[in-house]
């Protein structure tokens, strides 16, 4: 029987131990991928054991990209990997930090909501921390909530006895789940376990016991290496799960399929559910592992690149449009700054599609300027992603539309030619976070513009996350020398799409489509930019038409 009273909603913690990076958010949605499936209704919440409010003010280069939910919420980005996997929107409630739980308890200090009594990290840290999961059990019969960090860590602490706390409160109604590595020494050609044993005597040690071990590991975990873990951490063998390396990040919900995972959880809870039906998963695996129309080459000229996570949805929303298509989607990750140091712009040459997503600050402009034009002239599928779209417009400005110096405000206050200048809401912004546009607002599309034809309806809504836009004094001239604003706020005042009607496809968006793309429903846009690139990539002259066929 499903439950479908709030009390009854079960609810699955994710901690992770032994080293970072070891893929607990793609772990925590591929078990929710599975519980999904199974008909059970699923969400998940990210809490990140550092003191910044949210992400939105940390560098994408230390922290990955930010990912902007609907409701304007700028998060971790294990929760495009949770929306992509578990095919929901999800929001602000979804996430929470260190900073997030204690500027809450402060401000009901301040109001004299504890009046006459000492605040301290137990109770009411803990108290915060295990409302926010709790919140998110109405609605839902399954919550997992992931706690950043690595066991042992101190910042985590509060988190770990916050939910333990919440598995003493709700009994079997919650379960633990550890990520570990199971390292192999080829030295002694064998895989060891010690580190698991150290990390759930770490885990243990605050109180917590797993059901269930997910092992990362490059090697097969045959039954006895199993059985050793099972029996040196007090988990039943069947709650000893492997998780190999796989091709695709996709691949892994099939894996713990096999393994049997969702089930051990269901019975963990006392629970039945049907089977999943993962026939479209598999159909998803078999596009991206091997497709059978050829390769696409993108090549993505942007400021983060040493760093993929900081471009983690355009990469996925990429591979998305590749599953659309059934090409393989081959992305080269270009730092902008190269071309500035000399890089001839016509290694475009070898690309079948030029991506420029979005970011901050001046460094690397020229580069993405010079990319851009290069994609022009010479007629490359161009998708432009917010600062993407205003180095577009810059480009233009300067090359066809002979506006001399013409720049954006964000990166020369002095140009006689400010083409990209500041929302007339944020001219009196001063603090940073959470400031900017944020989150999900509504465009009409231009009748007749390939735009509109991508999308296939007139309007649409997109997520944002920006504070600069197209100066409309310098509309018509724009237009003029042949630049389409292909959709617009619905209010006309702000530009939100631009496109070039003399190329095959290039096309500028203010918003982030990336956000929205999921490997079950490519997001529009990068179907059609990659159909475009597949048309290149197969030598024929007219793009435009195969695009839309996307
Ligand atoms: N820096 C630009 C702005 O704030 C672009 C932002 C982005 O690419 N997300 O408008």
Same mark, same amino acid.
């Given at each position: ?5 709030s ?7 994710v ?38 409010v ?13 990912? !902007? ?6 998060t971790?980005?294990?929760?495009? %990997? ?7 929107s999800?929001?602000?409630e979804?996430?929470?930090t260190?900073?997030?739980?204690? /500027? ?16 301290q ?15 998110l059990?109405?609605?839902h ?5 992931e706690v ?15 939910? /333990? ?12 789940v ?7 020494i080829s030295?002694?050609g ?7 044993q %150290?990390?759930?005597r770490?885990l ?6 797993p ?5 990362r590991?490059?090697h097969?975990?045959?039954?006895p290496?199993?059985?050793?873990i ?5 988990v ?25 995972? &969702? &089930? ?17 998963w598999?159909r998803i695996?078999?596009r991206?592992?091997?497709?059978? $129309? ?9 400021k ?15 591979i998305h ?5 059934? !090409?393989?989607?081959?992305i ?12 001839d ?6 690309y079948?599609?030029l991506?420029?997503?979005g970011?901050?600050g ?9 990319a851009i034009?290069?994609? $022009?002239e010479?007629d490359?599928? +161009?998708l ?11 480009? +233009?400005?300067?090359?066809v539309a ?14 006689p030619?400010p083409?990209?200048c500041l929302?007339?809401?944020? $001219?009196?912004i ?12 509504e ?16 309007e ?5 996350? %920006?504070?600069y ?11 003029e ?9 619905? &209010?006309?005042?702000?530009v ?6 003399? %190329? ?8 982030h ?7 079950? /429903?490519a ?6 930019f990659?159909?475009a690139?597949?048309?290149r990539?197969?030598?024929l002259?007219?793009p435009k ?6």
């Amino acid at each position: 029987m499903i439950p479908t009273q709030s009390d009854q909603t079960r609810y699955i913690f994710v901690t992770g131990g032994v080293v970072s990076s070891l893929g607990k958010g793609i772990a925590a949605a591929s078990l929710g991928v599975l519980l999904k499936e199974r008909g059970l209704r699923v969400t998940l919440q990210k809490l990140d054991p550092y003191i910044n409010v949210d992400p939105g003010t940390l560098s994408p280069l230390q922290h990955g990209e930010v990912f !902007v939910t609907e409701d304007g919420a700028e998060t971790d980005l294990d929760l495009g %990997h949770y929306e992509r996997f578990i095919d929901a929107s999800l929001s602000q409630e979804n996430n929470t930090t260190t900073g997030r739980i204690y /500027r809450t308890v402060i401000d009901s200090e301040r109001r004299g909501d504890y009046l006459g009594r000492t605040v301290q990290v137990i109770p009411h840290i803990t108290d915060e921390i295990k409302r926010s999961v709790r919140v998110l059990g109405e609605g839902h019969d399954v919550v997992i909530s992931e706690v950043g960090g690595t066991v042992g860590d101190i910042e985590s602490l509060p988190f770990l006895e916050g939910i /333990r706390q919440f598995r003493q409160e709700v009994g079997s109604r919650a379960l633990h789940v550890h990520l570990t590595l199971v390292p192999y020494i080829s030295a002694a050609g064998e895989l060891k376990t010690k580190p698991t044993q %150290h990390s759930v005597r770490e885990l243990m040690q605050t109180g917590i016991q797993p059901a269930v071990l997910i092992c990362r590991t490059e090697h097969h975990l045959d039954e006895p290496i199993k059985a050793k873990i099972a029996g040196f951490t007090n988990v039943d063998p069947a709650g000893v799960i492997e998780a190999l390396d796989v091709e695709t990040i996709y691949e892994v919900p099939l894996e713990f399929r096999r393994q049997r995972l &969702d &089930d051990f959880v269901l019975s963990c809870f006392g629970m039945t559910a049907p089977a999943p039906d993962l026939t479209h998963w598999t159909r998803i695996v078999e596009r991206v592992k091997s497709p059978s $129309r050829g390769a696409v080459k993108i090549a993505v000229v942007g400021k983060y690149t040493e760093l993929v996570d900081a471009y983690k949805s355009v990469e996925q929303a990429l591979i998305h449009g590749g599953i659309t298509h059934d !090409v393989r989607v081959e992305i080269d990750w270009i730092g902008s700054e190269r071309i500035e140091e000399g890089l001839d712009p016509a290694f475009l040459a070898d690309y079948h599609g030029l991506l420029v997503p979005g970011g901050f600050g001046e460094r690397g402009i020229e580069g993405m300027i010079a990319a851009i034009r290069w994609a $022009r002239e010479n007629d490359l599928p +161009f998708l432009g992603i917010c600062l993407g779209l205003q180095c577009a417009v810059i480009e +233009f400005a300067r090359n066809v539309a002979g506006l001399e110096g013409a720049h954006s405000f964000e990166f020369d206050k002095e140009s006689p030619h400010p083409v990209i200048c500041l929302m007339d809401e944020q $001219r009196n912004i001063t603090t940073k976070g959470g400031t900017m546009r944020l989150g999900s607002y509504e465009a009409r599309l231009t009748a007749g513009s390939l735009s509109r034809e991508v999308f296939g309806s007139p309007e649409i809504t997109e997520r944002h996350r %920006h504070r600069y836009e197209v100066n409309n004094d310098y509309r018509s001239a724009l237009k003029e020398k042949g630049m389409a604003f292909a959709a617009t706020s619905l &209010d006309g005042k702000l530009v939100e799409m631009i496109e070039l009607p003399n %190329h095959p496809w290039f096309i500028g968006s203010q918003a982030h489509p990336e956000l929205k793309s999921r490997p079950t /429903r490519a997001h529009p846009l990068f179907a059609s930019f990659v159909g475009a690139g597949a048309v290149r990539a197969a030598g024929l002259d007219s793009p435009k038409t195969a695009a839309m066929g996307a």
